[in-house]
Every structure is written in C-alpha cells, then in structure tokens.
C-alpha cells in the first residue's frame, strides 16, 4: 500500500534560516508528488508538484523541492525562511493517471521573527 | 464561486446522530474529493469522484459513512450514527480531472461529537 512518511512532525527556525522538510513515500511504480501547505486560518493550498522532467522542482514563494527517485524521496527546501512561512507542511503523492491522493502528517514549521 | 465552499464550517453532535456535511466545488471540476483530518494527523482519503463514474469508496472507515454527487456538482457526506472518533476537520477538494491535477481544498467542517 501507499504511505508518505514526513520525518518531523515540528520544526522551529529563526529568520534567515535554511529549511529542508523530510518526504519519503512508498509505492512501486511512478508518482506524482505534491508538498500542500497550510497557513494559520487559510485553506490548504498547493506549493508545488512534480509530475515529470526536472527533478527540481520550484514553486512559490521561493520554495523547492527535489525528487530523488531512487531514495523515493521528495524534500522540500528554502534557503532563507521568513516569519510568513509559518505553516503547516503536507507532501502527498499519487500514482501517474491515478486520482487516490495519500498525505503525509504534516510537518508544522514554526519561523521566529 | 470563486473556490470550493463548504458548509456547516462548524458542526456539534451527539453521540448517535446522524450529520450532513456538504461541499460545493469549483464549477467545471470533474473531480471531487473528501478527506478527514483528526488531530495531529495527516489527510485521511475518504472517497473520490470522477465525473459519472462510479465513486472510489475505499477509504471510507465504516458503513457508517455514504457520500453522494448529485449532477456532477454538489456533495454531500453523511456519517450515521455518529461516534466520539468521528471529530475531525471534513475537508472537500475539488479538481479539473481525476488524472494528477491539483487539488484545491475548502475550508473545511469541523465536526464535534460529544
């Protein structure tokens, strides 16, 4: 069965910092892969996704995020994080032409002013 | 509308009844999901529309709980019965088609059973 495994469940960075957030999933064949966020209030909206070509892949508000296929990893990254990034993180993924979306639990980023 | 609405936003029960929970997607979306969020976990697959195709039913927990499309649009979610482990945060998702597009979320009922 599909599983996506986010490695931390809290994350607390200062202003400037780098953040890299921790996505593995299990499945056999090809994915798509999704990171979701969501900020305090506000519906979950989607950062970013990979469907094929370039593993690294940009999305908005400087985020990116790498897929590494044979680690079945899809790591999200920011190399300065500000305080608006404060937000709950979800990665998800689903099987290529597939529709059954599985999430991770989440990963809560806390960015100290 | 503009994005997927959802209503109530907030639903207390008793243990024992039953609840409605309903969600209105983006106009021209074919696909329609619905995911359950309990505390301190991820987003739970419920159930999957896809146009007129039969619905993917297998992530729903129990008998308890049905979901019907009606015409291609509006939603709704019906838990029986209802049991204490059923709080959560009832979240609707609509998009374009079911083949990998994005998903864009509502805002969510958050059920409370007592």
């Known amino acids: 069965a599909q599983s996506v495994s986010q490695h931390n469940h809290h994350v607390i960075l200062s202003e400037a910092a780098s953040l890299e957030l921790g996505c593995n999933y299990s499945y056999g064949g090809t994915v798509n892969l999704f990171w979701y966020v969501q900020y305090p209030g506000q519906h979950l909206q989607l950062l970013l996704k990979?469907?094929?070509?370039?593993?690294l892949v940009k999305g908005i508000k400087g985020f990116e995020a790498e897929f590494i296929k044979s680690k079945f990893s899809f790591n999200l990254r920011k190399p300065s994080v500000q305080w608006s990034d404060t937000a709950e993180y979800f990665c998800?993924?689903?099987?290529?032409?597939?529709?059954?979306?599985?999430f991770g639990a989440g990963t809560r980023l806390f960015v100290k002013a | 509308g503009a994005g997927v609405s959802q209503s109530p936003s907030n639903k207390v029960t008793e243990k024992g009844k039953d609840v409605e929970l309903r969600c209105d997607p983006i106009s021209g979306h074919t696909a329609l999901y619905w995911y359950r969020q309990s505390l301190g976990q991820g987003l739970e697959f419920l159930i999957y529309?896809?146009?007129?195709?039969?619905?993917?039913k297998s992530g729903l927990p129990s008998d308890r709980f049905s979901a019907e499309r009606t015409g291609g649009s509006v939603s709704t979610l019906t838990i029986q019965r209802t049991q204490q482990e059923d709080s959560a945060v009832y979240l609707c998702?609509?998009?374009?088609?079911?083949?990998?597009?994005?998903?864009?979320f509502g805002p969510g009922t958050r059920l409370l059973v007592l």
């Open positions: 998702a609509s998009s374009r088609s079911g083949n990998s597009e994005t998903q864009y």
């Open positions: 529309f896809q146009g007129n195709s039969a619905p993917d």
């Open positions: 990979y469907f094929s070509g370039d593993p």
């Open positions: 998800a993924v689903n099987p290529t032409g597939g529709f059954k979306t599985i």
